[in-house]
């Protein structure tokens, strides 16, 4: 049960988000091709490269409703631009995507989504498109070794076991007579060589274990520890699937709601846009929009997308909308559910370990059982909650670096955490440290996405994206809270100074109450 708890919390983030971008810069020229009747432009770009994250143009227009436009550029010929000479693996792809506009209203979603007529289909360009195939080059891949699957399963009879051993070591040990423990320590010295040598052998094995089911990460060049085979994770995915697809079954929204088409309409687009990257094509994407007032969204290895209608109603614009999808997007790709996994499963058997020597060493149960919980919470906040935010922050990372390719004004991304946390302090929530979370905080959020967004704009420079005009959504949301705070103030001041009124005039009235009146009422009661 451990390791589908973990499996789920590596996978249901509620929509909260440290890619290792590796950058190095050369020179390169982009030929834009355009139709017939079209100019050719011979285009110099000095572009980032960035490892595992390839960075592609757009050759393709796609219509969205109401107010969701669209604008056009061409397909690029890049020979080489992202060539990599320490990569040993090369896949070629033909990326395709189509570009936000920065035009886009910044009006509460609920009231776009309710306006929107069903979706146009997807138009080519009139121009002449040239599909080039580039050469993308990725990290060496190791690949893990796998666990078998039975162990996962009998997790819990191995806790119980290791309680029962330590407990009958601990009830051997207090029956022994005197002598015998005497001569026990004895021959503990007499071995203590041998003892040692028995210790550091596993103490070897289990570094070999522990290296021998790393996994480098094609996208960020990250070692990863997986235990899971992909056919075993598999599994354990359709099975929580099947969970989630019954626990939803009266709440998901039909195919034919316009949210659930605006839904599906961002995340194709993002995926258009980023087929390059590996393991965004072999997945297949499926969208389930969920009527729930949960601010929530979450992505399943493989490919099953939910998300929750009270997120919806959260953000502002498709902006923002286009960040957090990519965001539980980045998690599926990089494989993070069976990353949780495997180091949750790897701590629960080293607390094997502690946990019979908990029981071992303890005179009571109840002092064992105190240690037992003890242990459970130094793993749950020392390992389990610090390696979750970190990765959150990968998530965010990679995910705004998605949101970049497909053109998106990622300046609007650290706007949502902002005014995630002004909501919070508005309706009076508890701030808690984030050590006790398994999410960064809003603000730190915020703060870390503001330091990648440079970046970002970067990428969307090199992906021809069109010039984002008007003035940065960040600065508008602070003038926006400044305003409101002002107006907040003054309303409290009016309130205040009518009560003072009311209290002015109640105490007058008092004063003009006859003294008569007042002893012939207590007379009469």
């Known amino acids: 049960m451990n390791f ?172 022994l007579p005197p002598n015998k423990k005497e001569l026990f320590k004895e021959s ?107 601010l929530n969204a979450f992505v399943l290895p493989n490919g099953q997308v939910f998300i929750f209608t009270g997120l919806l109603n959260s953000v502002t614009d498709i902006h923002q909308l286009s960040f957090l999808l990519g965001h539980e997007i980045a998690h599926a790709v990089l494989g993070h559910a069976a990353e949780k996994a495997s180091l949750v499963h790897l701590l629960d058997f080293l607390g094997l370990i502690f946990l019979t020597m908990i029981w071992a060493i303890c005179p009571r149960d109840s002092l064992a059982l105190l240690g037992q919980w003890i242990q459970s919470k130094l793993q749950e906040y020392m390992f389990d909650r610090p390696y979750s935010r970190t990765l959150e922050a990968e998530a965010d990372k990679i995910g705004l670096q998605l949101a970049a390719k497909a053109c998106v004004d990622v300046r609007a991304s650290s706007v949502f955490w902002q005014q995630m946390e002004f909501a919070d302090s508005l309706q009076g929530h508890p701030k808690l440290p984030e050590w006790l979370s398994t999410h960064p905080s809003h603000g730190n959020r915020a703060e870390h996405l503001d330091r990648l967004i440079p970046q970002a704009l970067k990428i969307r420079e090199i992906c021809n994206c069109p010039p984002l005009s008007g003035p940065d959504p960040r600065l508008l949301f602070k003038l926006s809270m400044k305003h409101f705070l002002e107006e907040s103030e003054k309303e409290d001041l009016k309130i205040t100074a009518e009560k003072q009124k009311m209290d002015t005039v109640t105490i007058q009235q008092q004063k003009q109450i006859p003294l008569t009146y007042i002893v012939e009422k207590r007379t009469g009661s």
């Open 4 to 175: 589908i708890n973990g499996l789920q919390s590596a996978t249901r983030n509620c929509v909260f988000f440290r890619f290792h971008l590796l950058a190095s810069w050369r020179k390169c020229n982009t030929l834009a091709v355009i139709s017939p009747d079209c100019h050719q432009v011979q285009i110099n770009h000095t572009i980032n490269k960035y490892q595992g994250l390839g960075v592609n143009q757009c050759d393709r227009l796609t219509f969205l409703p109401e107010n969701f436009y669209f604008s056009k550029t061409v397909s690029s010929k890049r020979p080489g631009c992202l060539l990599n000479t320490s990569c040993k693996e090369i896949g070629m792809v033909t990326p395709k995507c189509t570009v936000w506009n920065d035009s886009f209203s910044r009006q509460l979603l609920l009231k776009e989504v309710t306006g929107v007529p069903a979706l146009s289909q997807l138009h080519p360009l009139n121009c002449l498109h040239e599909r080039d195939i580039r050469s993308f080059h990725t990290s060496p891949r190791f690949q893990a070794a796998p666990v078998p699957l039975l162990l996962i399963i009998l997790k819990p009879v191995q806790k119980l076991f290791a309680i029962i051993v330590g407990r009958g070591i601990r009830k051997w040990w207090q029956a």
């Open 188 to 294: 503990l010295r007499k071995n203590k060589w041998k003892l040692l040598l028995c210790f550091s052998s596993f103490g070897l094995l289990f570094v070999v274990f522990y290296f021998t089911h790393l996994e480098v990460s094609p996208v960020t060049g990250r070692s990863k520890l997986l235990l899971l085979g992909k056919e075993h994770f598999r599994l354990l995915s359709e099975l929580e699937y099947e969970a989630w697809m019954e626990e939803f079954k009266n709440d998901m929204l039909t195919e034919k709601d316009a949210r659930y088409l605006m839904v599906k309409e961002v995340v194709n687009h993002l995926i258009e846009c980023n087929k390059d990257i590996p393991g965004i094509s072999e997945i297949n994407w499926i969208i389930h929009v969920v009527d729930s007032p949960d």
